[in-house]
């Protein structure tokens, strides 16, 4: 889960925990408001009809007849599906408004007004209250229960109201909360494309800045002043590798004629040797100049257009090249799979690949027991493998790991002459190419494998 989808998840969550309490109070409020209202209600009830005791003769009060009679008064009767049950001290009914129902009533309630003077219960959707009074010198108790069929709809339909607003609330925080950090933090969105697309090849990428200081912007001005840096350190190492090629370049080419001419006028086969031997660190020291000098034009965006490239046909050339400084150096060639409409074609450029399995033939040259090489080439839908296999003594684990590291020579390499950045301008040429090389033994055979993406 990235930043901008946690603070926003973060941000909705907290949203809706907040709203859900403000609900919650709200409905709670009302419900203890309207339980508090009723309640006073039946109390006024339950006193109206005390007075209404009050008034009656004392001969009706003393009535032992247990008549139920119906309690009249002149007050509004305001509470719907009243029940007014009246019990004497000896806690005998005396009085009640029901008519034609048979009644029910619960004496524990009648004892707790001996303890307390008003009580008040709930019964499923009946709310009671009781009261303990005195009347001309006796006590008398009033039950009075009633449904408050006006809070309790009102009630319900506050329920109804706050549940549907809080999902509408919901839906709109979490639209809202994602729309937000997505619009807020959308400079870090095109922070991270500018990041993900900066190679050596774009190091003049400048974020626009914002007027504000907050910590997105100072961010931005970080990047661009880095980014300012990184070029002008790439740009004089550029211009430095450029030179220095350049220069030295001239001076090996002159070497090399001059090593060739003094060959052919010594007869001597020991000073025809050495001259050999001095004119192949030349070659080599050449080729390698020549490579950084392909490999700095390019990466600097000279003459950068990839185009169709046949793999055997680089594969050949680059045998050829090999086989002017090696000349017991052969080549077993194979084509081991090839789709139906491939044509061994990737889009490149043809004189860096060139490089890559010239470097390739000549450590096989150089590093085999002898000067031979097997290429196989197949090709698949998605992409061209190539392997160079050679006999010879295969590399330790730990030299495999740091193969590709400029100026890294394997043990098999101390008493051959080299400069150890063969394998490293490959690894370059391909990183550049968007394609892999890698290393892998087999007993005694050692393996690199080239893969390049169609």
Known sequence: MNLKTRIALNLSIAFSIIMGIVMTVIYISFANFRKAEFKENLEHSAVVTANYISKLPQKVLNNDDKTVDDINNDEDDFLIKEKILVFNNEKNLIFSNVLDERLVWDNSHLNNLDKKKK????NDYQENIGIKTKIRGDFFYILTSAEDVNGNPKLNFLKILLISIFITSLAFIWVFSFYFMKKQLKPLDDFKDKITDVTSHQLTIQLPEQKSDNEINVLIKAFNTMMK???????AQK??????SHEIKTPLTRMSFQLENLSNLTKEEKSKDYINSIQN???QLSDTVNSLLILSKVEEGHDVHFEN??????IFDAFSKVKK???????????????ADGDLTVKGIKSLLEIVFINLLKNVCLYSYEPKAKVEIS???????VKVINEGEVLSEKDQIKIFEAFRRGKNSQNISGSGLGLRISKRIMDFHHGEIFYTSDKNHNIFTINFPI
Do not use: C
Request: hydrophobic share 45%; charged share 40%; no cysteine.
């Open 325 to 339: 400084n090696f000349k017991e150096f052969e080549m077993d060639f194979e084509i081991k799979e090839q789709s």
């Open 229 to 235: 840096r990184l070029n002008e350190a790439f740009l």
């Open 119 to 122: 009580i008040f219960w709930i």
């Open 379 to 385: 090709e698949t839908d998605d992409e061209i493998v």
């Open 239 to 244: 211009e430095f590798t450029t030179s220095a």
């Open 309 to 314: 490239v046949r793999m055997d046909e680089v």
């Open 281 to 283: 660190e030349v070659f």
